[in-house]
């Protein structure tokens, strides 16, 4: 994936999450220390490693230059709730059946019938 490619990535993570956590994506990037905002960045934080695979210091760079350890601090939190099927697994579920659920409404089907190849 490119660049432009993990910052299109990015920014679906970031709307899907937003929606279902009831915050501003752009507080997400923000040095916001709300309770709200916070979690909603850890799930996304998560999310985008989950889905590109990217190092934590690639994902901090994409928030806007956190440090790595944020990234780190952020997952581990989504993990743990995972256990637990607390707050943050739920939200991290919710934003991921969405960004799934955009990605089908994406790719449309051709309609009508197939001819057979001879």
């Known amino acids: 994936m490119t660049e432009a490619d993990h910052r299109l990535v990015l920014g679906r993570v970031v709307s ?5 956590a009831a915050v501003s994506p ?3 990037f923000m040095r916001d220390r709300g309770r709200d905002v916070i979690r909603a960045r850890w799930v996304a934080i998560w999310l985008l490693r989950e ?5 934590t210091i690639r994902v901090g760079y ?3 230059g956190i440090d790595h350890s944020t990234v780190l ?3 581990r939190h989504v993990d743990s709730d995972r256990h637990i099927n607390g707050p943050l697994w739920q939200c991290a579920v919710l934003a991921f059946r969405r960004l799934y659920a955009e990605q089908h409404a994406r790719v449309r089907r ?3 019938r197939v001819e057979a190849l001879p």
């Open 16 to 20: 899907a999450v937003a929606a279902v």
């Open 26 to 28: 752009v507080s997400m």
């Open 51 to 55: 889905l590109t695979r990217l190092s």
């Open 62 to 64: 994409l928030f806007d």
């Open 73 to 75: 601090n952020a997952c």
């Open 110 to 112: 051709p309609l009508g």
